[in-house]
C-alpha cells in the first residue's frame, strides 16, 4: 500500500534494455513475453469472429463471400486454440506463479523456458504469415482428405506453424512437471502443495503425452499435401478416419489442456475469497489428475457418426461419461468451500463464481453429445459450438480472466481499479451467455456448423447471438483498457493485498528476480485460512 | 410448404425423432436441475456467509465429509450411467439395418447430393420418401467427406470416399424438411442443401413413375457389357474367373485363406482394384476399373450383380450368411474382413 | 533439442540448490523427452499397424523392393555406434579425457555411414520409382512391360510367367510409411550427430569429467532412444514375409 512496499529492485526494473528482456530467463519476465503475445493473438482471433458474427446476423452471405467466411472461422479456430487458449494460463499464469508456489527461483530450465516462448512466436508467425498470404479454409481440424487433396489454400504453412507451436507446449509441459518434482521448497509435500499446481502438473502431463501425436499427425497431413507421400489418401487405400483418430487423440485431451489450468486458478480464488481451505483438498486434487488419464480415452465421441463399429462408440461412449464424475467432483467441492466462509465478492471471486456456473452448464452439455443417439443429432451442429465455448470461453477464458485479476498486483505491482473489473466480469457473464446459450437451441434445431448461409427459421437465434457477441466484445475491451491504465495510475499494491495464503504471496510485489531471498520453509497444508477443527482429509 | 417460422424445437417427422427427443428431454432435465442447483447454492452460500455477515464460522464437517463426497459421486456416476445406456440403446436402433428397407443409392460430391431410386428415377439435392416405411442410404463421397444430415429425422452419417455407408429411418410425418450437409466440405459447403418430402405412398408411386431413368439393374447390365466383364464373367462362370451367380451376400474364400462376405463394399473393392483381395484358385488378372467408373455406375453395377442372386422372395434380401451374427451393421469395413 | 541446461563454470546453475538437484532434473527432462519422443512415433507406428492389417500382401511386397543387404549392414553399425556412445560416457564418469573424445568421434563416425548407406537406399528407390507421388511406378500404366509396372490388362492367357516384381497400387502406402519413418528416424540422426559434435568440441576443451558428465550421459540417452527406433524400424520394414 505505502511507497514502502514496493520494492526498490524487482524483476521489472532489475534492467531497462530491451535486449534485456528479449534474453532474459527469468520465468517472470517470460511469462510476461506470454502475456502480451497471447494478447494480441486473441483478439486476432476475436477480430475474426465479430466479422463472421456479423455475417451470421442474416441468413445470405451478404457481408463475406464463401470463401472468405471459410476463412475465418479457420483462422478463429487456429488462432484461439493453438495460439490463445492451450498457452494461456500454462505459460502466462503458470510460468509466473509456479515456481513461487514451489518456493523455487526459477523453472528447472530456464532457458529452455525462453527457448519455448521463442518457439511459440516462430510457431505464431507461420500461422499469421498463412493467414496473410491469404488464410486457410480447412477449420482448425484439418480433415483430410479435403486438406490434403482438395483445398486450395495455405494449408501447408498453416499446419507447420502449429507443429511447430506444439513443441513450445511438449517444452512448457516438460519443465514444469520437472520443477514440480525437484524444485520444490523443504517441507512443500505433494499434499501441501496449491491446486493450482496439481492442475498444472496434470495438464503438463496431457502436453507431454499428448502433443507430440497431434505433431506426427500434422507433419504426415503436410508431407502428404506437399510431398505426395500419401498416408491418408483414400484413392491408394489410405485412411481419412485414421486422420481424425489421431487428429482427436491430441485433440480432446487439449481441451483438458485449456481447462484444467483454469480448474486451478478458480481453487485458488475460491479458497483466497471465502477464507477457506479447499472442501475436499484430495479430491479436488486427484480429480484434476482423473480428468487427465480419462481424457486420454475418449478421443472417439468425436466420431460416433463416421461410421466406426457400433461397440467401439459404446465404448467411448462410456469412457466419457465418466468425465463428468471428476468434473462434478470439482464443482460441488468449489461450492462446498463457500459454505461458512467469509465471502468477499472482488473481481477475481466473480470471474470465478461465473466460471463455475458456466462450466458446471458446459460440462452437463457435454453429456449430451456422450449419449451416442443424441450426439448422432446434434453432432458437427451449433450445439457443439455452444458447448465448447460454454468449456473453453466460460471456462477456460473466465479462469484466466479471472487469475489475471488476482495476480495482478503480483504481476505489475499495481492493483486495477476494482469497479471497472466488477463491471466488465459482469458484462462478459452476461455477453457470453447471450451469444452462445442461443446456439445450443439452433443447433438442436439442427444448424449445422461452419456455414455462412443457413436457413431463414434460423435467424432470429443468430441475430440473438451477434447482439451478445456484440457485448462481450465489448466486456473483453474494457480489462484490456483498465489494466493497461492500472500499469501507471494504479495503486500500489502491497505483497499481499487479497490476505491470501500461498508461497507467491510471501514475496514482494512485484517480486525480485530471484522470488525469495532466502528459501522458504513450509510447515503447513495450503489453504490456512481458517482453523477447521474437524475437517478430515 | 418449407417456409416456417421461427421455432425452438425441430419437428419431429420420422420414428427416431421420438425417442431421441425422449431422451433429450430427460437430459434437459438433469442439466437444468444441476445447473440451478449450482447457481442457487453459490448465491445462497455467497449471500449467507457474506464477509459482513456475522456467522459460526467454524466448519465441523467430520464424518459427514465422507458421506457428501459420496453423494456427490455416485449420483453422477449412476446419472451418467443412464444417459450411457438409453443413448447406446438407442443408438443400436439406428444402426442395425431393417431388411425390409427400400434401398436407395446416394452420391455425395462437392457440392451436392445425388440420390437413386431403386426404379431407376434420379433426383440432385432433393429426396423423396413414402411415409410409413423403412428408407435406407447407400451412401458414398466422389471427394472429400460429406455428411448426410435430416434433423427433422433425428438422423446424420457421415458419408467417406471409397467407403460405404449406411443409414436408416422411417419417416412419420408428411411434410417438407431440410435435408443438410453436416461435415464442411470445402467452399460451398452451406449451400450444399436441400430437402426430404415425404410422401404418401401412393404419391410416391405416382412419382417414382415420374422419372425416365433407367433402374439401376438395367444400367449396370449395360455397364457390365460395355466394359466386356461379360467376355469373363458369364453365367455359370469358366475356369479364369469365378462365377458371380448368387455371389451377393455369401461367404467367399480368398487366395489368403481368409473368408469374407460379399457385401456392397467387397463388390465395390472387387471391381475397382481387384488385386486387393483375389478368390481362392484364380489369378489376379483382372484389369483396373479405378478411375474408369463413377460412383454411380458402380453403384448400378453392383445393383446388376446383386440381381444375379437368387433373393427369398418375402425379404428381398439374400438368405442368410453364417459370418455376420449381429445383423447388418452398417459400417460394412469389409477391409479388416 | 533438449540437451539439459549446462552450466559450464561451477557445474550448478543458480537457481538450483545443489547438483544433485540439477542432475535429478536433467535426467527426468531427458525422460520426459524421450516419452514425448516414442508418442511421436507411435503416431506412425500406429497408422503402420493399420494398413499393414489391413493390407498385409501390399506390405510384404513392397518390402520384398527393399534392400535388405544395406538394412542390415545399417542395423550393425547403429548398435556398434550405441557401444562407443555407452563407452563414450563411461571415459566421461572416469575422466579419461581422450576416451571421451575418442568415443564421440567413432560414434560420430559410425552415424555417418549409417546416414550414407541410407541415402544410397533412398537414391536408389528414387530411381526405382519407388518414391510416393506422381511418379509412383503403380501410377505409370505405361511402364508396365518394365519391372516394377503393374499390367493394365490382363495378360494372354498363356503367359505363365510370374512378373519379377509385383507391387498394388496399395504398395505406395508402404513406401509412403516406409519414407516417413526412416526420414523422421534419419532427422533425428542428424540432429544427434549434430549434438555429438558440440560435445565433441566441448570434450577437447576438458568440459566432462567424473564431477560433471550430465550432457554425454543424456545424450547418451538420446542416441540409444534413437537406436531402439531403428531395432523397431527394421523387422517393421524390412523383413516382412
Known amino acids: ?537 | 410448404m418449407t417456409e416456417r417460422g421461427f421455432q425452438l424445437f425441430p419437428d419431429q417427422a420420422s420414428s427416431f425423432a421420438p425417442r431421441v427427443d425422449a431422451l433429450y428431454t430427460f437430459l434437459v432435465i438433469v442439466s437444468a436441475f444441476f445447473t440451478l442447483l449450482i447457481f442457487l447454492a453459490i448465491v445462497f452460500l455467497a449471500v449467507r456467509y457474506r464477509r459482513s455477515a456475522v456467522r459460526d464460522r467454524k466448519r465441523r464437517v467430520g464424518a459427514k465429509f465422507w458421506v457428501l463426497e459420496a453423494v456427490w459421486i455416485v449420483i453422477p456416476l449412476a446419472l451418467t450411467m443412464i444417459m450411457f445406456l438409453w443413448g447406446a440403446a438407442l443408438h443400436f436402433d439406428q444402426r442395425i439395418m431393417p431388411r425390409d428397407a427400400i434401398e436407395l443409392n446416394v452420391v455425395g460430391k462437392q457440392w451436392m447430393w445425388k440420390i437413386q431410386h431403386p426404379q431407376g428415377r434420379s433426383e440432385i439435392n432433393e429426396l423423396h420418401v413414402p411415409l410409413g416405411r423403412p428408407i435406407l442410404l447407400r451412401m458414398i463421397s466422389e471427394d472429400v467427406i460429406h455428411s448426410f444430415y435430416l434433423p427433422a429425422f433425428r438422423v446424420k452419417m457421415d458419408v467417406l470416399p471409397d467407403r460405404y455407408h449406411a443409414l436408416w429411418f422411417e419417416a412419420t410425418q408428411p411434410g417438407v424438411y431440410h435435408l443438410f450437409c453436416a461435415e464442411y466440405c470445402g467452399t460451398e459447403h452451406a449451400d450444399m442443401r436441400g430437402f426430404v418430402y415425404v410422401m404418401q405412398p401412393s404419391e410416391y408411386a405416382t412419382w417414382l413413375a415420374g422419372g425416365e431413368q433407367q433402374p439401376p439393374v438395367t444400367a449396370g447390365e449395360a455397364l457390365f457389357t460395355r466394359f466386356r466383364c461379360d467376355t469373363c464373367h458369364y453365367q455359370g462362370g469358366q475356369p479364369r474367373c469365378p462365377s458371380l451367380a448368387n455371389l451377393f451376400g455369401q461367404p467367399v474364400r480368398l487366395s489368403d485363406g481368409q473368408i469374407v462376405s460379399a457385401e456392397e463394399q467387397y463388390i465395390r473393392e472387387s471391381i475397382l482394384n481387384p488385386a486387393a483381395k483375389v478368390v481362392a484358385g484364380y489369378q489376379p488378372i483382372m484389369p483396373i476399373y479405378e478411375g474408369q467408373l463413377s460412383e454411380e455406375q458402380v453403384f448400378h453395377l453392383i445393383e446388376y450383380i446383386k440381381s444375379l442372386s437368387v433373393m427369398p422372395p418375402e425379404t428381398g434380401q439374400p438368405a442368410p450368411v453364417e459370418e455376420p451374427a449381429q445383423g447388418f451393421p452398417a459400417d460394412e469395413e469389409n477391409r479388416d474382413g | 533439442m533438449s540437451a539439459p541446461v549446462a552450466a559450464s563454470a561451477g557445474h550448478v546453475a543458480h537457481h538450483f540448490d545443489d547438483a544433485e538437484q540439477q542432475y535429478a532434473s536433467a535426467e527426468l527432462g531427458m525422460w520426459l523427452f524421450l516419452a514425448t519422443e516414442v508418442l511421436f512415433f507411435g503416431g506412425v507406428f500406429c497408422a503402420y499397424a493399420v494398413y499393414r492389417y489391413w493390407y498385409p500382401e501390399a506390405f510384404a511386397e513392397g518390402s520384398h523392393h527393399l534392400d535388405l543387404p544395406l538394412g542390415t549392414v545399417n542395423t550393425a553399425i547403429l548398435l556398434l555406434s550405441s557401444l562407443t556412445m555407452a563407452l563414450a560416457v563411461r571415459a566421461a564418469q572416469t575422466s579419461e579425457q581422450r576416451a571421451i573424445v575418442r568415443n564421440l568421434g567413432f560414434t560420430v563416425l559410425l552415424g555417418l555411414g549409417f546416414l550414407g548407406i541410407k541415402s544410397y537406399e533412398y537414391y536408389h528407390k528414387f530411381e526405382e520409382r519407388l518414391v510416393p507421388g506422381p511418379n509412383f511406378v503403380t501410377r505409370h500404366p505405361e511402364l508396365a512391360q518394365q519391372p516394377g509396372g503393374e499390367s493394365r490388362y490382363p495378360p494372354p492367357a498363356e503367359v505363365k510367367e510370374e512378373p519379377r516384381y509385383k507391387l498394388s497400387s496399395t504398395a505406395e502406402l508402404f513406401f509412403s510409411l516406409y519414407f516417413v519413418m526412416t526420414g523422421l528416424h534419419a532427422l533425428h540422426m542428424v540432429i544427434g550427430i549434430g549434438i555429438l559434435g558440440v560435445l565433441i568440441v566441448a570434450a577437447v576443451r576438458g568440459a566432462f569429467s567424473a564431477a560433471y558428465f550430465t550432457p554425454v550421459e543424456m545424450t547418451g540417452l538420446y542416441w540409444h532412444f534413437v537406436d531402439i527406433v531403428w531395432v523397431f524400424l527394421f523387422p517393421l520394414l524390412y523383413l516382412i514375409h
Request: glycine letters at 10%; charged letters at 10%.
Open chain 1, 1 to 537: 500500500m505505502d511507497e514502502e512496499a514496493y520494492p526498490r529492485r524487482n524483476y521489472l526494473n532489475a534492467d531497462y534494455r530491451f535486449r534485456s528482456w528479449l534474453w532474459t530467463t527469468d520465468h517472470k519476465r517470460i511469462a510476461i513475453l506470454y502475456m502480451i503475445s497471447v494478447t494480441l493473438f486473441f483478439f486476432i482471433g476475436g477480430a475474426a469472429a465479430v466479422i463472421f458474427r456479423l455475417e451470421l446476423m442474416t441468413p445470405r452471405g451478404d457481408l463475406t463471400i464463401a470463401e472468405t467466411y471459410n476463412r475465418l472461422f479457420t483462422l478463429h479456430g487456429v488462432i484461439m486454440v493453438f495460439f490463445f487458449l492451450i498457452p494461456s494460463i500454462p505459460a502466462v499464469l503458470g510460468n509466473f506463479v509456479l515456481p513461487m508456489m514451489l518456493g523455487a527461483r526459477d523453472l528447472a530450465f530456464p532457458k529452455l523456458n525462453l527457448a519455448s516462448w521463442y518457439i511459440f512466436m516462430i510457431g505464431g508467425l507461420m500461422a499469421v504469415g498463412a493467414i496473410v498470404a491469404g488464410g486457410a479454409d480447412t477449420g482448425w481440424t484439418f480433415y483430410s482428405p479435403y486438406s490434403s487433396l482438395y483445398s486450395n489454400s495455405n494449408v501447408i504453412l498453416m499446419a507447420l506453424g502449429i507443429f511447430v507451436a506444439g513443441f513450445s507446449s511438449i517444452l512448457t509441459g516438460l519443465n514444469f512437471i520437472v520443477t514440480t518434482h525437484t524444485m520444490r521448497a523443504p517441507g512443500l509435500t505433494w499434499f501441501r502443495l496449491p491446486l493450482f499446481v496439481w492442475s498444472l502438473y496434470a495438464t503438463s502431463l496431457i502436453m507431454v503425452l499428448g502433443t507430440p501425436v497431434l505433431a506426427i499427425t500434422l507433419l504426415l497431413l503436410a508431407a502428404e499435401r506437399g510431398l505426395g507421400i500419401g498416408i491418408f489418401d483414400p484413392a491408394l487405400g489410405g485412411d481419412p478416419i485414421l486422420f481424425q483418430h489421431l487428429f482427436w487423440f491430441y485433440s480432446h485431451p487439449a481441451v483438458y489442456i485449456m481447462i484444467l489450468p483454469s480448474m486451478g486458478v478458480i481453487s485458488e480464488i475460491v479458497a483466497c475469497f471465502s477464507r477457506n481451505r479447499i472442501f475436499g483438498y484430495t479430491f479436488v486434487a486427484f480429480a484434476s489428475l482423473a480428468i487427465a488419464v480419462i481424457g486420454f480415452l475418449v478421443w472417439g465421441h468425436h466420431m460416433f457418426v463416421a461410421g466406426g463399429s457400433i461397440y467401439a462408440g459404446m465404448v467411448f461412449s462410456f469412457l466419457s461419461m465418466l468425465v463428468a464424475v471428476p468434473s462434478a467432483i470439482k464443482v460441488f467441492n468449489w461450492t462446498a468451500t463457500l459454505y461458512k466462509g467469509s465471502v468477499s465478492l472482488e473481481t477475481p471471486m466473480l470471474y470465478a463464481l461465473g466460471f463455475i456456473g458456466l462450466f458446471t452448464l458446459g460440462g452437463l452439455t457435454g453429456l449430451f453429445l456422450a449419449t451416442i443417439a443424441v450426439d448422432v443429432h446434434v453432432h458437427d451442429t451449433y450445439f457443439v459450438v455452444a458447448h465448447f465455448h460454454y468449456i473453453m470461453v466460460g471456462g477456460a477464458v473466465m479462469g484466466y480472466l479471472g487469475g489475471i485479476h488476482y495476480w495482478w498486483p503480483k504481476i505489475t505491482g499495481r492493483m486495477y481499479p476494482e469497479w471497472w473489473g466488477r463491471l466488465s466480469a459482469g458484462i462478459i457473464f452476461i455477453g457470453f451467455n447471450l451469444t452462445f446459450f442461443p446456439q445450443f437451441v439452433l443447433g438442436y434445431l439442427g444448424m449445422p456448423r461452419r456455414v455462412h448461409e443457413y436457413v431463414d427459421e434460423f435467424q432470429v437465434l443468430n441475430v440473438m447471438s451477434s447482439a451478445g457477441a456484440s457485448i462481450l466484445g465489448v466486456g473483453y475491451l474494457i480489462p484490456l483498457a483498465y489494466l493497461i491504465w492500472s500499469l501507471r495510475y494504479g495503486r500500489l499494491a502491497s505483497a499481499n493485498p487479497w490476505g491470501a495464503t500461498g508461497l507467491e504471496w510471501r514475496t514482494p510485489s512485484p517480486p525480485t528476480t530471484y522470488n525469495f531471498d532466502k528459501t522458504p520453509v513450509v510447515r503447513e497444508e495450503a489453504y490456512q485460512y481458517d482453523q477447521d477443527e474437524l475437517l478430515s482429509v
